[in-house]
């Protein structure tokens, strides 16, 4: 099998191909990338006979599709903005395909997947990605569901990349029409900072206050559950303290909106400015803690009683004890080690379908925990029943 990792210099997809690396049976890997000289960087540090380096511009859409003809599956790991062009081109050299935003722009070539009789899975990494598969098991166990609370701590410098910047500046859009909650059967619009939820994080991240965030899991999952007859599903995230200290007070001046200014004569928006700063910068490169946490919550009835499930990861310190999950990689491998499982899944013929599928309808959540498990990384399970007792148990999964 040959796969090619489309932007693969970057720092969370490099993690993807080092598991591609370590864990896959794939005969040729493919770096990908548009940077010449971090790309061939990646090469050197994975020191495999198996890895090798291709330009690519996804720009040029003829040389792009060209290029990946021939491979099995691409692992993209390019931004949002170019996740429509990038699918495109997957789409057209007749790959499989895998992304980890999966914010809708590859619902276009979902025919042209069909066609070709491939299948593309957008958004998987921890979330969106392993959550879907946390409150697919919880609710597989339900007669019915209630709702379904998804929420994350993503402790990383608010900089630490371009992309990650973007990331940041396109969740807390105030004019973004993509965040939505569901209820009663309808996606409902809420702004920025909207339904602060105090969620309580494994040790060391404690508690948090997160907020509803733009995340493939809110429409993903209403498709998958409708049969459970869901009515409510939420899904909120929070980075570091200071990081939310900082996107508040931007949105709050109106910052966020990213309206242009003159400098010298050149016109540039407020808020890119600030992230070009933010890019090069101590403060936007550092975090105290680093690392990533999942919470999951579905209530629902089996057997006619109302019961609770709450699910939640560990993984490796970032404090140096665990070598390879220093610091910023305890974040950056966490992100990318999904994407890796799920993409030598799909290649081995182990994800059913063809076009572009949701996680739910793609993968077995018992078979992605038990990969995760070898990487060091853990799911566990709190199930309550609700009631005048309250009966709880625990498990590791």
Known sequence: MKVLCLGGAGRICRESILDLVQYSSFEKITVADFN???????????????????????????DTVNKMKGYDIV???????????????????????????????????DEVFRRNGKTCVPGFGMTPGVTQMMAMHAANQLDTVDSVRVSHGAFRPIAFSRSITETTTYEYDPHLPGRVVYEN????????????????????????VQYIIPHAETKTLAKALADKQVRLIEVRGTWPAKNMQLVR?????GIMRNDKI????????????????????????????????LHVEVIGTKDGKKVQHVLYHTHPASDGSVPGWEKLRAYTRNVG???????ELIAKGR?????????????????????????????????????????SMSVIL
């Not at 057209?92 to 980890?100: V, Y």
């Not at 059967?185 to 948090?208: H, M």
């Not at 808020?271 to 105290?288: N, V």
């Not at 925990?369 to 009966?391: D, S, Y």
């Open 36 to 62: 010449e000289e971090e790309g061939r960087k990646v090469v050197e540090w994975l020191n495999d006979p198996r890895v090798d380096f291709v330009k690519i511009n996804v720009l040029d859409h003829e």
């Open 75 to 109: 692992m993209d790991g390019t931004t949002i903005t170019l996740n429509g062009l990038s699918t495109a081109c997957i789409a057209e050299a007749g790959c499989h395909g895998i992304n980890l935003n999966g914010f809708g722009a590859e619902d276009e070539s």
């Open 185 to 208: 059967g309808e996606f409902v619009q809420v702004p920025p900072f909207a339904r602060p939820r105090e969620i309580q994080l494994p040790e060391p991240y404690g508690k948090t």
């Open 249 to 253: 007070a931007m949105y709050d001046w």
């Open 262 to 293: 003159t400098v010298n004569g050149a016109e540039i928006g407020i808020l890119d400015c600030i992230g070009e700063y933010l890019f090069h910068s101590k403060e936007g490169q550092e975090t105290e803690l680093y690392g990533y946490s």
């Open 337 to 343: 080690i999904p994407m890796a499982i799920a993409t």
């Open 351 to 391: 994800v059913k379908g063809t076009g572009v599928l949701i996680p739910e309808e793609a993968f077995d959540p018992a078979e992605i925990f038990a990969e995760l498990e070898k990487r060091g990384i853990h799911m566990h399970e709190e199930v309550t029943q609700l009631g005048a007792e309250n009966e």
